[in-house]
């Protein structure tokens, strides 16, 4: 540093070396400091030497502001050497907005050594780290919602686990978003697939023995701790991955689908010839850009390993109440 504040003590150091460029101890050293005001501070003795070469003066004596310059004088094998340099003391001060953000999805580590003592004298007996993460970001589904779906057992899960596997199980939905989402359907589809998921990562951490009262679940940094489980978690994960892999087709048309829907249409709508052997055959509308409803309105529609055909329509759509159904009836 060469600024420092009023009264403040100044650590000033130097370097020694001998011909051959390498770090030498010195003899006969002093220290001259002349201050702003014109005095002149000469200093024999009380230097610090850290390591081979390497020494230090700790000069408290800035009561005056301005600029000091100093010079170190001292013998290296038999030759006299001398360095000078200069720092400066000010007073007052300025007041401004600038703080250090913070990003999102960070993870901040504090590391407080072996040794560390506090004001009443105690000492901290062996190194300890504490952390914390910045706000996620994206994160599509809450902890709270989270909770609910994993039941009582999760309630010993630190947030920090929770939030982690959200973020990641969110990171996804956005990877398997392969159209533009159309609205809000897309949105509550995201928040339904990621917790979901995130309840899968979670059952599915590796499991062994904590003592007596219980087991861990760790999966590198997602930590679970639990007490014992009176339910079926193999039965639970088949349930949880069937409604995320629905939810997951959902996400991935972008809400362009309810459900238990599919791509396709259920019916052929009349379109323009396309130059793509899919499309020319039977001239259907690209379900990519096309919002089929299901069922669709005024045809005729069946489940799979039903005989009989019926009619009938959801209110899925309105463009499809706007355009298409009056396409159908002319």
Not at 45 to 60: C, E, H, I, L
Not at 142 to 148: A, P, Q, R, V
Not at 225 to 242: A, C, Q, R, W
Not at 291 to 306: D, F, I, L
Request: glycine share 8%.
């Amino acid at each position: 540093m060469k600024c420092y504040s009023l009264n403040s003590t100044v650590k000033i150091r130097v370097l020694f070396y001998n011909e051959c460029k390498e770090a030498s101890n010195a003899t006969n050293i002093s220290l001259s400091i002349t201050k702003p005001d014109g005095n002149v501070v000469a200093i024999n003795n009380g230097f610090v030497n850290v390591d081979t070469g390497f020494y230090y003066y700790s000069f408290a004596d800035t009561d005056v502001a301005g600029e000091y310059s100093h010079q170190w004088t001292a013998t290296i094998d038999g030759t006299q050497v001398t360095k000078a340099d200069k720092f400066t003391v000010k007073t007052g001060g300025s007041v401004g907005f600038d703080f250090v953000e913070l990003g999102t999805n960070e993870l901040v580590v504090v590391q407080l050594l072996k040794g560390l003592k506090a004001t009443d004298g105690s000492e901290l007996s062996q190194s300890t780290y504490l952390s914390f993460s910045t706000e996620y970001d994206p994160f599509y589904c809450s902890i709270d919602m989270l909770l609910m779906e994993l039941g009582p057992w999760a309630e010993n899960i630190p947030e920090d686990t929770l939030a982690l596997a959200i973020h990641w199980s969110s990171i996804e939905a956005d990877y398997i978003t392969g159209k533009k989402p159309v609205d809000e359907r897309h949105q509550y589809a995201t928040t339904r697939f990621v917790m979901y998921d995130a309840a899968i990562k979670l059952l599915s951490m590796p499991v062994g023995p904590n003592g007596p009262a219980g087991s861990t679940k760790q999966l590198g940094d997602l930590l679970v701790e639990t007490g014992s489980i009176d339910f079926s978690i193999k039965d639970l994960l088949v349930e949880l991955k069937l409604e995320r892999d629905e939810w997951w087709r959902v996400v991935n048309a972008g809400g362009a689908i309810m459900p238990g829907q599919g791509l396709g249409p259920t019916y052929a709508v009349k379109g323009d010839a396309r130059k793509d052997a899919r499309n020319v055959s039977r001239e259907w509308h690209d379900p990519w850009s096309e919002y089929y409803t299901q069922p669709s309105a005024n045809s005729k529609y069946r489940r799979p390993g039903e005989k009989k055909y019926k009619s009938g329509y959801t209110r899925w759509s309105e463009y499809y109440f706007t355009s298409v159904t009056k396409g159908i009836r002319r």
